[in-house]
């Protein structure tokens, strides 16, 4: 099995969705952003912030503790995407770490991490099927295609 962070992972990627759709002119006004796209540049915006994070990275939290502290992250990270969007922002870069933290032990960052089956040898669309493996977080899903 493969450890990634759906639902951190999923999460961003709404916002980088969010991102290109300011792009496109959905959330910013048209003619600001047809500008930008005329002139051969884009507006882009680094944003970070003291992220909240477990009060003790080596110790092992549950999982609801963890996917608390990682939604507190990226509820501030929609508010700043939405914020960028209206002020003509295309894209948007975010700490690395800013979703969970850092200086976990292998043991520790467990409650912040999904398991994915693999691909090879499961199939599952989790946009289909959330609830198939309950201890993976499934975003919303409806705006896939």
């Known amino acids: 099995m493969?450890?990634?962070m759906s639902r951190a992972s999923s999460q961003l990627a709404f916002f980088l969705c969010g991102c290109y759709m300011a792009a496109l002119g959905v959330h910013a006004g048209e003619h600001y952003v047809a500008d930008?796209?005329?002139?051969?540049?884009y507006v882009a915006a680094v944003y970070e912030h003291?992220?909240?994070?477990?009060?003790n990275p080596l110790a092992?939290?549950?999982r609801k503790e963890a996917l608390e502290l990682?939604?507190?992250n990226l509820d501030i990270y929609e508010?700043?995407?939405m914020t960028a969007a209206q002020k003509g922002v295309q894209i948007i870069v975010f700490p690395e770490d800013g979703i969970h933290g850092f200086n976990f032990t292998r043991t520790s960052i467990?409650?912040?991490l999904d398991f994915m089956p693999s691909?090879?040898?499961?199939k599952w669309n989790p946009c289909l099927e959330p609830q198939r493996f309950n201890d993976t977080e499934a975003s919303n899903m409806e705006a896939r295609f």
């Open 2 to 4: 493969v450890c990634i």
């Open 36 to 41: 930008h796209h005329k002139a051969g540049y």
């Open 50 to 55: 003291q992220s909240i994070l477990s009060p």
């Open 60 to 62: 092992l939290t549950s």
């Open 70 to 72: 990682m939604n507190q």
């Open 79 to 81: 508010q700043q995407v």
């Open 110 to 112: 467990y409650p912040f």
């Open 119 to 122: 691909p090879q040898l499961v």
